[in-house]
């Protein structure tokens, strides 16, 4: 089994062939067929201190080619995305409908899955590790899908696309007619727009320094485009907005300054939405008397507030009826050996969503 691995912080990722440790019985092993490359990998390599060997990738689908003697929810030969949180149906949560909060997620991060050659061993990112040949995944993370969508589409929906698109429908429930800015626009924040979108905005201002990303936006839902670094982009949003700030304001990049640009720039009595990824020492000052005078509101959306047992095929319909456009997101192919040139590409900006196609 071929696998890339985090082992040193700020390094590449270290291609090696691996043994895969004994699936347990509700273990089901996929063929990975492609995997998004995304801003969470990074997360992982510039944050997290070595020491922890683990196979990356989280933005998975493939087909199953194992399934343990307890598995019941897919067989082998179906088609699976791999969801980025597991769905037990039976916790806690799962029973309230917030299975993207499912209690067997630690347990599913914990878990062991291959041995390297100097015999140590490593655990796979979400659960997940998408960045290999095969996958080694709890049940509770496989979702069956059924559609003759291409492998590179799919894959977005086991994370960034969910995540950026959910937080518009889910989280924010963006309304019709609503003004929308989206700060960030990569991946998810191109999903987010097309959430919008479907949702009825009447205006999605997309907000980024790189021209090639703001352009992107256009084609998938934005009306306008603000480069912050062209001026206060608070300000040129409320110009776009009659003066007052967009109703709704997601930040998706997850940094301290750029969360309090997108409570500024949402109007009195709006929502703000948080979709990136901070730090994990990083906070958000709120002016707590305006909070209250003013009305706001201010969520954080994890993985879109997904049901994934539901929203995978909502998304898989919405995407065969033309009404949402993935395939116009994955701008460039890599091999798995290329995955070190896939993660700068990310980082550089030169994609929107760059896939491993295996």
């Known amino acids: 089994m071929r696998a890339a691995l985090f082992v040193e912080k700020n390094a590449d990722l270290s291609l090696e062939d691996v043994s895969p440790i004994d699936p347990g019985p509700r273990d089901v092993v996929v063929k990975v067929h492609a995997s998004g490359v995304c801003h969470s990998d990074l997360a992982v390599i510039q944050r997290m201190p070595g020491g922890n060997p683990m196979i990356l990738g989280h933005e998975g689908c493939g087909e199953v080619a194992w399934t343990g003697s307890e598995v019941s929810r897919v067989r082998p030969g179906q088609r699976v995305i791999i969801a980025l949180t597991p769905v037990c149906n039976q916790c806690w949560y799962c029973l309230r409908q917030e299975t993207h909060l499912c209690e067997l997620w630690p347990t599913v991060l914990g878990t062991k899955r291959v041995r390297r050659a100097d015999g140590s061993t490593a655990n796979a990112m979400s659960g997940v590790g998408s960045f290999a040949d095969e996958m080694i995944v709890h049940e509770a993370s496989c979702i069956p899908v059924d559609t003759d969508l291409p492998s590179d589409q799919l894959a977005l929906i086991g994370c960034g696309f969910t995540t950026g698109f959910g937080a518009a429908l889910n989280t924010a429930q963006v309304t019709p007619g609503a003004t929308v800015a989206v700060i960030g626009c990569g991946g998810v924040g191109t999903s987010v727009i097309q959430g919008a979108r479907v949702a009825g905005a009447s205006r999605i201002i997309a907000i980024d320094p790189l021209a090639s990303k703001r352009e992107a936006a256009l084609g998938f839902g934005a009306t306008d485009t603000v480069d912050p670094t062209d001026g206060d982009p608070i300000e040129q949003v409320k110009a776009l907005t009659g003066g007052r700030g967009a109703d709704f304001a997601f930040e998706v990049v997850g940094a301290e300054a750029l969360q ?99």
């Open 260 to 358: 309090v640009q997108a409570l500024e720039m949402t109007r009195r009595g709006g929502t703000t939405t948080l979709v990136g990824v901070a730090g994990g020492a990083a906070t958000m000052p709120l002016p707590a008397m305006r909070m209250v005078m003013e009305d706001r509101t201010v969520k954080g959306s994890y993985y879109g507030s997904a049901r994934v047992t539901r929203d995978f095929a909502r998304f898989i319909e919405l995407i065969e009826a033309g009404r949402v456009d993935l395939g116009g997101m994955v701008t460039k192919h890599f091999a798995l050996d290329q995955v070190n040139e896939a993660i700068t590409a990310m980082r550089d900006g030169e994609v929107v969503r760059g896939v491993l196609a295996l």
